[in-house]
């Protein structure tokens, strides 16, 4: 030991050097900021200004498949058919109490609206050439019957162009009353409408909740107007330098604010404490200011840390919504904490008056009574969580998932939705798949055609080969009408199945569909669709769950044992967070509930990063007490000092999140906010519960490893 102390003199030596260094700058660091605090709020009031201004230009993306890798099949033969044909977007109409007359007079009204690329129909007219006429029905209820009509309709753009959101706009004008119009491009145009006009009230009713929650946990009826200026200062310039960022997801864009009110509000809490604290010690404002914001910076930077590894992990996702998702929430962290440190020091000089004069009482009791009743249920608690530990495991892994658009569209309650279904009831389902393959031979196409006409599954097929009677060359064909479905050098098949974008029968009918394909063309060809798509991203967020998971794990798992210089602590501050995250997602299995698997890896990560300080507060305080008094006494002081802080922030969260939950129709960022407040329940539940049970039992291994730091350090100082 004294020979492991020689060598580690010279290292200790420059450790104490470099504290001291790191004390003196702290200090001037400190005093810059509360010396020069007006010139620095300018600078934030200058900045909050221009992203303000920057904000309505962050470019907002609604297609999920444009987050797949080009690697993924589906997205090659999206890449490859837009070069070539453009990617179509796509919808259904369906026209009530009408004749087969009247449906084609509005069929040939709505084919004229600029955006329109075809609407397939119960064809009427025999005259093959015409753009309106590739398609040959045999069975007539398939698209009229009962006085309704079902059309199938493809844009010449995609789903979420703005020249499709238009055609919709026009096409409803035409249809009136008269009918529905469903699909992707409508549910794309609904996602966008809805989340625009959704994120500023979610945004809104949260600040309200969280305000009365402010005002019943602190001291002062204008504290919550102090911490929520500097907040919402760092949540506008946030998502104002989104700006710099190509495209933000539509869920980023709905969900990063009010996650960030939520996760960031301790941080303003810990300085306000701490300058009250020095108030008492200190009768110069100014200098009291200095010495909090010195002690606090360092519980700031540790306590965002374990929050910013769970956030931005998600960069790592080859899914790469996870990018933007990950860069905005870690962003999101990094300017509460500069507002935190470099702005709120300004507005605390000037508003103290203000926040001193509307001083109240305290409303949250002492947690005496509570503190007792935790500890005498803690041990019951610890067995439960032992029982339960492994089928929640395997419950909320066992969970029904979504993984593509149909995720993420109008959810159940929408008129959107209804309207689907009501279609679905009458004609049955309609799933756009689109194949590419080199126009060489006529023959080969039409013969591919025919197979897939032979699929029970299968509603239509369009191909030009497959229409043209023999013998007609297609230079006869106008070359507008031509380019539809042959162009520079590639042939166009559209092919409608009676299925739902994700469905096992859709995977089924998607693979044999693509076995079908390969047989007549071997060497080059690409097919694509919703159905595909949803394919490729189960695939790669199956593997990016993995990734993400065990990644914000071992980041926040390396925190935490750097934080308390303790592998143990670090063990026992990640267990009851697990736990929770196991019992969360294993009430979706329970109720049955599908979820969005995009938002199941968000919110693991999440409730990781978010709740893990409640464990690590708690620890802390434990390991204080338990200084000077035995195990039972520092678990019932540890709930009782913890107890304050942890319900304040957990409500926050759980507030911010229902609040999503409840305002949002869209099925993925609902589920979300769901997952969200009810992870922070379960979280603040087995951390006050869970954890005292687990220092218990665990405490003489603490009192062995605290012994033998202390030793170390000592033998170190004799050693100087």
Same mark, same amino acid.
């Given at each position: 030991m004294c020979r492991f102390a020689i060598y580690l003199h010279p290292v200790n030596e420059v450790l104490e050097r470099l504290d001291d260094m790191k004390e003196t700058n702290q200090k001037d660091f400190a005093g810059f900021?509360?010396?020069?605090? %007006?010139?620095?709020?300018? #600078?934030?009031?200058?900045?909050?200004?221009?992203?303000?201004?920057?904000?309505?230009?962050?470019?907002i993306n609604y297609d999920l498949t444009?987050?797949?890798?080009?690697?993924?099949?589906? %997205?090659?033969?999206?890449?490859?058919?837009?070069?070539?044909?453009?990617?179509?977007?796509?919808?259904?109409?369906?026209?009530?109490? $009408?004749?087969?007359?009247?449906?084609?007079?509005? %069929?040939?009204?709505?084919?004229? #609206?600029?955006?329109?690329?075809?609407?397939?129909? &119960?064809?009427?007219?025999?005259?093959?050439?015409?753009?309106?006429?590739?398609?040959?029905y045999d069975d007539v209820s398939d698209y009229y019957k009962d006085n309704k009509a079902v059309m199938d309709i493809t844009f010449v753009k995609g789903d979420s162009s703005k020249l499709t959101h238009?055609?919709?706009?026009?096409?409803?004008?035409?249809?009136?009353?008269?009918?529905?119009? #469903?699909?992707?491009?409508?549910?794309?145009?609904?996602?966008?409408?809805?989340?625009?006009?959704?994120?500023?009230?979610?945004?809104?009713?949260? $600040?309200?909740?969280?305000?009365?929650? &402010?005002? $019943?946990?602190t001291s002062s009826w204008f504290e919550p107007v102090l911490f929520l200026s500097v907040i919402g200062t760092a949540i506008f310039i946030n998502r104002g330098t989104?700006?710099?960022?190509?495209?933000?997801?539509?869920?980023?864009?709905?969900?990063?604010?009010?996650?960030q009110l939520a996760v960031s509000m301790d941080y303003s809490i810990f300085l306000l404490n701490a300058y009250k604290v020095e108030q008492k010690k200190e009768a110069d404002k100014t200098i009291a &200011?200095?010495?909090? &914001?010195?002690?606090? @910076? %360092?519980? @700031?930077?540790?306590?965002?840390?374990?929050?910013?590894?769970?956030?931005?992990?998600f960069v790592i996702m080859k899914f790469s919504m996870g990018f933007d998702l990950g860069i905005v929430l870690a962003k999101g962290i990094v300017c509460s904490i500069f507002s935190i440190v470099f702005f709120m020091p300004s507005l605390i000089l000037s508003w103290m008056p203000i926040i001193e004069k509307t001083r109240h009482r305290e409303f949250l009791p002492e947690f005496d009574k509570t503190s007792k009743f935790v500890n005498k249920v803690s041990k019951g608690f610890f067995i439960f969580a032992l029982v339960i530990l492994i089928p929640s495991y395997m419950a909320q892994g066992m969970t029904n998932f979504m993984y593509g658009n149909d995720a993420v569209g109008a959810g159940e309650g929408t008129s959107l939705y209804e309207h689907s279904e009501e279609i679905n009831k009458v004609f049955g389902r309609s799933?756009?798949?689109?194949?590419?393959?080199?126009a060489t031979s006529n023959v080969t196409e039409k013969a591919l055609a025919e197979k897939l006409k032979s699929l029970d599954y299968v509603k239509s097929v369009t191909s030009l080969a497959d229409t043209l009677p023999d013998g007609i060359p297609e230079k006869i064909i106008p070359s507008d009408t031509l380019s539809l479905l042959h162009k520079d050098g590639y042939a166009r098949i559209l092919v409608f199945t009676k299925t739902k974008g994700e469905s096992k029968l859709a995977y089924s009918s998607a693979n044999e569909i693509k076995q079908i394909v390969n047989e007549y063309y071997p060497n080059e060809n690409y097919?694509?669709?919703?159905?595909?798509?949803?394919?490729?991203?189960?695939?790669?967020?199956?593997?990016?769950?993995?990734?993400?998971?065990?990644?914000?794990?071992?980041g926040v798992f390396l925190v935490v044992a750097f934080s308390f210089k303790s592998v143990l602590l670090a063990l026992l501050a990640m267990i009851p967070i697990e736990m929770a995250i196991f019992v969360n997602m294993s009430f979706s299995y329970i109720y049955g509930t599908k979820l969005a698997f995009i938002g199941y890896i968000v919110v693991s990560s999440i409730q990781l990063g978010a709740t893990v300080d409640y464990a690590i507060l708690s620890i802390s305080n434990y390991r204080e007490l338990r200084k000077r008094l035995n195990k039972k006494e520092?678990?019932?002081?540890?709930?009782?000092?913890s107890m304050h802080s942890i319900i304040t922030s957990g409500t926050i969260l759980v507030i911010c999140g229902y609040v999503v939950s409840f305002i949002s129709k869209l099925p993925a960022i609902g589920q979300l906010g769901h997952l969200i407040g009810r992870g922070a329940i379960v979280s603040m539940a087995f951390v006050i519960f869970l954890l005292p049970a687990l220092l218990m039992i665990f405490d003489g291994m603490l009192v062995k490893e605290n012994k033998m730091l202390a030793a170390i350090k000592q033998k170190i100082g004799k050693s100087r």
């Open positions: 900021i509360v010396d020069h605090n %007006k010139g620095i709020r300018r #600078v934030f009031l200058i900045l909050l200004f221009i992203s303000l201004l920057f904000t309505p230009f962050v470019n444009k987050y797949l890798p080009a690697s993924a099949p589906s %997205k090659a033969a999206i890449n490859k058919m837009e070069d070539t044909f453009g990617y179509p977007g796509t919808a259904r109409l369906m026209l009530k109490d $009408v004749t087969i007359y009247e449906a084609n007079a509005i %069929k040939q009204q709505l084919e004229k #609206v600029e955006g329109v690329d075809r609407i397939l129909w &119960l064809d009427t007219t025999e005259n093959v050439y015409e753009s309106n006429s590739f398609m040959k238009k055609a919709i706009d026009k096409m409803e004008k035409i249809i009136g009353d008269r009918g529905y119009l #469903v699909g992707s491009a409508p549910q794309n145009k609904f996602t966008e409408e809805e989340v625009s006009s959704q994120m500023n009230l979610i945004l809104a009713i949260g $600040v309200i909740f969280v305000f009365l929650v &402010l005002l $019943v946990t989104n700006i710099f960022l190509n495209s933000i997801s539509f869920i980023t864009n709905n969900v990063s604010a009010v996650l &200011l200095k010495n909090a &914001l010195r002690t606090s @910076i %360092k519980t @700031i930077s540790a306590s965002s840390l374990t929050t910013f590894v769970g956030f931005i992990v799933n756009l798949n689109v194949i590419l393959v080199p097919i694509t669709g919703n159905t595909y798509a949803t394919m490729d991203m189960e695939k790669i967020l199956k593997e990016d769950y993995n990734k993400v998971n065990n990644l914000s794990l071992l520092s678990a019932i002081k540890m709930t009782k000092f």
